[in-house]
């Protein structure tokens, strides 16, 4: 089978990424992807349309690389915004935070219990975005020298969101005034019980909500609420958790509280807040973006000191990126929420103490290794069930074992769409009952057909978004409620599945494959999701040799006819298709990203594949 790109679309050729910027005939000329077979991942490689005037504006007025300059007007960067993109600033960036709905009746209530000595306790949730809000209000309070007890639930004793128990417990700690940072939106019961023991509920939430905020708090701030304008959807817990606290600290500048104290400087918490934004996989546009650079660059500067000795010991090598955010510290904060408690991770980021930081990194880094062969047990048994019934057949694959782990199961529904290419809802019995957590592909709402399905009554409980869901369910409603989503999903998973598409911002040379070539096109970023890492092309090469590394991962040098080489890494692919094309030593074409290779240093550079097809 011949794959074409389509008709029309064409792309740049680019060498090394070097040339002189200026007028659109300093461009190299533009060319369409080669033809080819049946890539790995079975979906159509298209190169991004490039507006070349944009493209040759932009580079003639800031001086940029073509390519560069290409990348940066495929996602619709003009000269008019080229300055802000490339220096993301919070100062111009930011919007007053009073534009959340009940910013000003959250930072009122707050500055009176802080000027009044009121004790102000904590709710967070378990996870990243959890824990690092719960930090960032943690540790701004002892800026201003005011007590915060904090109570972080296990996850696998009490679940997700705040019960009346957790408040009260912070009630008997001193607390008149309770913040809830990451779960509170849908507590109605828990903070109408809390207000009628006095206690005033202030709600810091993003999770989507579908009717009004709960009666009995006294603020509750979520740019996701039916009745907010700010348009500020695309901020994680840790964001409005920056917003509120930035909001706070003005109320409290106005009532005077910082004339005999120093005021904190809210812009050193900005990479507990980059954290937390990266790992809730929020878009990586406008205002998280630029709280994301900006929380890079604090993160570089030493920043949190239980977040770098975190790093030290993942690992961490280089200028920090959105990959070590989330793919290095996430997972080990994260591992302590799923298989231990969530207090080890939030010790960690807030504790003075600098021998108790080091031991506790170390305890993330072993409970990380933990949660990774839990999580492969979980993985092999969902595997063999759904080879077992055929479930891989499925447009919607929803398979169940006994005593999976809640912690893991989340995980192990991503990995498994990722490899199915299609929705996968992974639950874990304990004998009647089921927790399940799925994860989606683009196109498909998952978190709609789950809130469908509790309506219906197939689901104990439920929610999400359109990627990601959670559920309840009762094991004997197992069978109907995987027919009825797939019957929901059916024509949404066919037409994504339909659609898909690699997108390629260039086809280049071997030679490019460089750090340099690395360290000009991270001027584009930071990436992530709505700012998706440049894909390259590599056109007409041979795996000279490739060898497996690790588990599963095959390390190659990729060359041309002409003898220009560069080496690449595919993860997981051996014995995948993508390996075979890769081992075949035939003619074939690659793509992925352009990484610096920090093994070998100096300007080594090598493409991590994600992609691969014969040449036809």
């Not at 719960?134 to 679940?159: N, Q, T």
Request: hydrophobic share 45%; with cysteine.
């Amino acid at each position: 089978m011949t794959v074409a790109p389509d008709d029309g679309e064409t792309g740049p050729l680019a060498g090394a990424g070097s040339g002189s910027p200026g007028a659109a005939g300093d461009f190299p000329a533009d060319i369409p992807l080669p033809a080819m077979g049946l890539p790995a991942s079975g979906r159509r490689w298209r190169l991004r349309t490039v507006d070349a005037a944009r493209a040759a504006a932009l580079a003639g007025h800031g001086a940029l690389e073509p390519v560069l300059a290409r990348i940066l007007a495929a996602r619709g960067v003009g000269v008019d915004g080229l300055e802000d993109y490339l220096n993301p600033s919070l100062r111009r960036a930011m919007p007053d935070p009073f534009v959340l709905k009940d910013m000003d009746r959250a930072a009122a209530r707050l500055t009176r219990a802080v000027v009044d000595g009121e004790m102000v306790g904590l709710f967070g949730d378990y996870d990243v975005d959890g824990t690092t809000s719960a930090a960032l209000f943690k540790l701004y309070f002892d800026a201003i020298g005011a007590p915060m007890p904090v109570y972080l639930p296990d996850r696998m004793a009490e679940g997700y969101g705040p019960s009346i128990d957790a408040f009260l417990d912070l009630k008997r700690q001193g607390a008149e005034v309770i913040v809830t940072v990451d779960c509170g939106a849908s507590a109605h019961g828990p903070i109408e019980a809390a207000a009628a023991e006095g206690l005033d509920v202030v709600v810091i939430d993003h999770h989507q909500m579908d009717g009004p905020p709960p009666a009995g708090a006294a603020a509750a701030v979520n740019p996701n609420r039916l009745d907010d304008t700010s348009g500020l959807v695309n901020l994680s817990a840790a964001g409005v958790s920056f917003m509120a606290l930035a909001a706070l600290n003005r109320a409290l500048r106005e009532a005077g509280y910082f004339k005999t104290r120093p005021e904190p400087n809210l812009l050193s918490l900005l990479d507990l807040a980059a954290l937390g934004l990266v790992c809730d996989v929020m878009a990586i546009t406008g205002l998280t973006r630029v709280m994301v650079a900006q929380g890079l660059k604090v993160l570089g500067r030493g920043g949190n000191r239980g977040l770098a000795a975190l790093g030290a010991r993942a690992g961490v090598k280089g200028p920090p990126s959105t990959y070590h955010l989330g793919f290095l510290l996430g997972p080990r904060i994260n591992a302590a929420g799923r298989i231990g408690h969530a207090r080890l991770a939030f010790e960690l980021m807030t504790t003075p103490d600098a021998a108790r930081r080091e031991a506790l990194a170390e305890e993330l880094h072993v409970m990380n290794a933990a949660r990774q062969e839990i999580e492969a047990q979980v993985q092999e048994a969902a595997l063999r069930d759904i080879e077992r019934h055929q479930r891989h057949a499925d447009d919607v694959i929803v398979t169940a074992g006994e005593g999976w782990h809640a912690g893991v199961i989340g995980i192990v529904a991503g990995r498994l769409k990722e490899m199915y290419d299609r929705p996968v809802i992974v639950i874990g019995l304990e004998g009647a009952a089921g927790k399940g957590s799925g994860r989606s592909i683009s196109g498909a709402d998952l978190g709609g057909a789950i809130a469908a399905a509790r309506r219906e009554g197939l689901l104990v409980a439920g929610g999400g978004h359109a990627m990601a869901a959670g559920l309840t369910i009762a094991a004997d409603k197992i069978e109907t409620f995987r027919g009825w989503l797939k019957a929901r999903l059916a024509g949404e998973v066919a037409r994504a599945r339909a659609d898909r598409t690699l997108d390629i911002d260039a086809v280049i040379a071997p030679g490019a494959v460089t750090k340099a070539f690395s360290d000009m096109v991270a001027r584009a970023g930071p990436f992530g999701p709505g700012n998706a890492e440049p894909v390259f092309a590599l056109s007409g090469v041979r795996a000279i040799s490739a060898r497996t590394v690790g588990k599963g991962h095959l390390s190659v040098v990729l060359a041309n006819d002409s003898g220009d080489k560069a080496r690449g890494i595919a993860f997981r692919a051996k014995g995948e298709a993508l390996g075979d094309i890769l081992e075949s030593r035939a003619r074939i074409h690659v793509a992925g990203k352009v990484r610096a290779d920090d093994w070998r240093g100096g300007d080594a550079g090598q493409i991590q594949i994600s992609d691969a097809a014969p040449a036809a």
